[in-house]
Nanobody, 122 residues
């Protein structure tokens, strides 16, 4: 099972930017579809952005479309989430995940990272 380690979460003011990183173990990273999810207090975990193994296709939740960008560097076994124009409602624990290539809208997760806290102050 792939091990995932996120970093980059912190407190940021509304309107600011943040980049999250997730490093994966293993030699087959370029074959994995990867995703970022988030969970706010009292809410269910939701998919934020997904990216195909070769980086050629991406998917975004409507709530982040135009503000967040998912990317990857397969040479570094790393996936990124660039978050711009942050809003207080983006406050959540953000999780990196390896997902099955079954569905963009209802991804099945194979492995989770431990999560990184993002807090956006108003």
């Amino acid at each position: 099972q792939v091990q995932l380690t996120e970093s980059g979460g912190r407190l940021v003011q509304a309107g600011g930017s943040l980049r999250l990183s997730c490093v994966a173990s293993g030699r087959s990273f370029s074959t994995y579809r990867m995703g970022w999810f988030r969970q706010a207090p009292g809410q269910e975990r939701e998919s934020v952005a997904l990216i195909r193994g070769d980086g050629s296709s991406t998917y975004y939740a409507d709530s982040v479309k135009g503000r967040f960008t998912i990317s990857r560097d397969n040479a570094k076994n790393t996936v990124y989430l660039q978050m711009n124009s942050l809003k207080p409602e983006d406050t959540a624990v953000y999780y990196c995940a390896q997902v099955l290539p079954n569905s963009w809208t209802s991804p099945v997760v194979r492995s989770w990272g431990q999560g990184t806290q993002v807090t956006v102050s108003s």
